[in-house]
Every structure is written in C-alpha cells, then in structure tokens.
C-alpha cells in the first residue's frame, strides 16, 4: 500500500518535478499545497504519511510548516526539498524532524535513494 503524500511547493514546476520522481505506486495518494498555511491545513485535517517540503515559500515557510508539525505533534516523515543549500540551514531543518535534505532541482535516483534508507521503498 502506498502511502499518503503531500507536496508542498510555492513552484507548480517544482511540484511536478517531484510528482515525476515519486515511485509510480505512490502518484495516486498525492495532495498538494503551495504555501506553508496550505500544507498545515492538510496535515492537520488529513493522516499524511510523507510530506515534500520547500523552505522558501511566502506566508509560513517550510521552517514554519516544520515548527507547526512539531507544535502538533504530527507523525509524518519530512523531506527538504530546496535549493538553499546551507550547511546552517540544513542543520536547522534536520533539528526541526527533517528526514533529509535534497537539493533542487530534485534527482529521481537521489529521492528514491533517501525513501529506500529510511525504509519507505
């Protein structure tokens, strides 16, 4: 069974880059969201599995969406999609719960790499 999915992405180009990369099993339990307040609305009303994250969104910023699973304590394995590549940034989001951290423009082996190490594949 597949699980369920979120994408989270201001970038509707970015979004269907990470649609093209999922396993194909996974593409029917996709919903997505293009900003911060979005995603948190779905991840509070919906049991959301996996959840693909930008950082740079207007409004509520991934590191926003990450502080607001917290404070709801959400059960969901988080993956930073961004282009902000920062060794500081990429230890924030890593102490926020972040699974990992993959650089965009995102690389279908590498996604499927990093699902399969946290034994999501």
Do not use: Y
């Not at 989270?8 to 919903?31: F, G, R």
């Not at 609305?41 to 599995?49: G, K």
């Not at 207007?58 to 926003?64: C, E, H, K, L, S």
């Amino acid at each position: 069974m597949s699980p369920s999915v979120l994408i989270c992405d201001d970038s509707n180009m970015a979004i269907k880059q990470v649609l093209k990369s999922l396993p194909e099993q996974w593409k029917n339990s996709v919903q997505t969201a293009n900003n911060g307040v979005e995603a948190l609305t779905v991840l509070r009303d919906n049991s959301i599995e996996v959840l693909f994250l930008d950082l740079t969104m207007p409004g509520i910023d991934g590191i926003g969406v990450l502080q607001g699973i917290q404070k709801l304590k959400l059960n969901c394995s988080v993956f930073v999609i961004s282009a902000d590549i920062q060794p500081e940034m990429q230890s924030k989001v890593k102490a926020l719960g972040a699974k990992e951290f993959i650089r965009k423009p995102i690389e279908k082996d590498v996604l499927l790499h990093h699902l399969q190490q946290h034994g999501l594949l």
